[in-house]
């Protein structure tokens, strides 16, 4: 079996790789090595048994060559952060994933199966439930609530606060530039491979953590971003009340997912969450890196709020579940290997303090003129 991975040398596509070579399966890359991603070039852990292809998923050509004699593709390959360059995460994301099916049915490729990386982030602002009013899936919080500091979101028919559900399959509310192109990534994917009769899957990773994550992205990354500041002595920052809660997931889960979902035909034309299914807020995920990383400055409620952030988002996991998939790892051996990591690179890049600064200045972290801060 060849296997094609774009997106091969980044974090979560390297891992696949080796766990696919280990499977006995030959494995192709296919990667443009994104500076922003991989500014020193190719990563040192791209294995000398795979064939690597640098080149850009977008490109007629090189995807066209790249699919040659393969049997199967993992298409991990994206544009992601918090940028404001909207376009091209439409033109990265939803292109490519279209190309790859253009390119199959074209040439009558015979490629038996294709698993795409989709996001959490296509649920927006989550599914909540109102105890009068039923369930209801909000719409962002609106620039002047986020100002007010009011954090929650409330019921659109009674204005109380509404409660969190568990993020299920079945409906979904994109509104930022990246979650829109997974989700149009994702229905191209699961719309043209039934319409072509080829399998696919869409797998809708919550938020990935553990060794080679990039150190080098600008603008994303809680683990990263708490972990450097508390090497450094620096107070964590934490936007809103920090009550916010979030979803991680260990990579070899996300990997596990993915080996379950390429092998099971019951899988076949359908999206699965992939998540840890447990509520973290921020708050929590901040004293856990400061256990680990003593003799910081603490916690820093700033009274800020990052545009286009969500509330609550965690993903119910019970119909990957189902196929018998379990997500195995917490968020201590998260931390723990996320650390490993930084050390055998030699620390984090000295960029990331900027990271916050950047954010403020590109109006992407604004400031909530009345938000109350809650005692750390
Ligand atoms: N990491 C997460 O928390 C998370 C959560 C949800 C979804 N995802 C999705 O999982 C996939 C992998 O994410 P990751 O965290 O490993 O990201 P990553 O940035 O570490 O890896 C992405 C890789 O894709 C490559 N790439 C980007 N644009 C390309 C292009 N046009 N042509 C070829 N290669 C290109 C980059 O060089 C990089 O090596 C992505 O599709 C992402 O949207 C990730």
């Known amino acids: 079996m060849r296997i094609l991975v774009t997106g091969g040398a980044g974090f979560i596509g390297s891992h696949l790789v080796d766990r696919f070579l280990r499977e006995g399966m030959q494995v192709r890359i296919l990667d443009s090595l994104e500076p922003r991603v991989h500014p020193h070039g190719a990563p040192r852990y791209l294995p000398a048994r795979a064939e690597f292809v640098r080149g850009d998923v977008c490109d007629r050509n090189t995807l066209r060559a790249a699919l040659e004699g393969v049997d199967l593709v993992s298409h991990q390959a994206a544009y992601q952060d918090y940028m404001p360059d909207f376009s091209r995460f439409l033109a990265v994301n939803a292109v490519s994933t279209a190309l790859l099916f253009e390119l199959i049915v074209a040439h009558r490729l015979p490629v038996k199966k294709i698993i795409v990386a989709s996001s959490q982030a ?21 620039q002047a609530q986020l100002q007010r500091g009011e954090w929650e979101i409330s019921c659109p028919a009674c204005a109380r606060t509404a409660q969190p559900r568990r993020l299920e399959e079945q409906s979904n509310n994109p509104y930022n530039q990246y979650a829109v192109s997974k989700l149009a990534a994702e229905k191209t994917a699961l719309g043209l491979g039934w319409l072509h009769g080829i399998p696919t899957v869409a797998l809708r990773y919550s938020i990935t953590q553990g060794q080679r994550q990039s150190l080098y992205n600008h603008y994303s990354g809680v683990c990263r971003i708490f972990c450097s500041r508390a090497l450094q002595g620096l107070p964590l920052v934490v936007y809103e009340d920090g009550c916010q809660t979030r979803d991680f997931l260990h990579v070899d889960d996300v990997v596990e997912a993915n080996l379950l979902t390429l092998a099971r035909d019951e899988a076949n034309f359908q999206a699965f969450n992939v998540g840890s299914g447990r509520p973290t807020t921020i708050l929590d995920y901040a004293r856990q890196v400061l256990d680990l990383i003593p003799g910081g400055a603490g916690i820093e409620i700033s009274g800020e709020y ?71």
């Not at 030699?346 to 200045?361: C, E, F, K, L, N």
Request: hydrophobic share 35%.
């Open 122 to 142: 296509v649920y927006g602002e989550g599914q909540y439930h109102c105890a009068q009013h039923g369930d209801f899936q909000p719409a962002p919080r609106s």
């Open 306 to 376: 990052r545009r286009g952030d969500n509330r609550h988002s965690v993903s119910s996991v019970g119909k990957l579940g189902s196929l018998g998939w379990r997500p195995t790892r917490g968020l201590a051996e998260i931390l723990d290997d996320f650390l490993a990591w930084v050390q055998s690179s030699g620390g984090i890049p000295q960029q990331v303090p900027d990271a916050i600064a950047h954010m403020r200045s590109a109006g992407v972290v604004l400031s909530a003129a009345q938000a109350e801060p809650v005692p750390n």
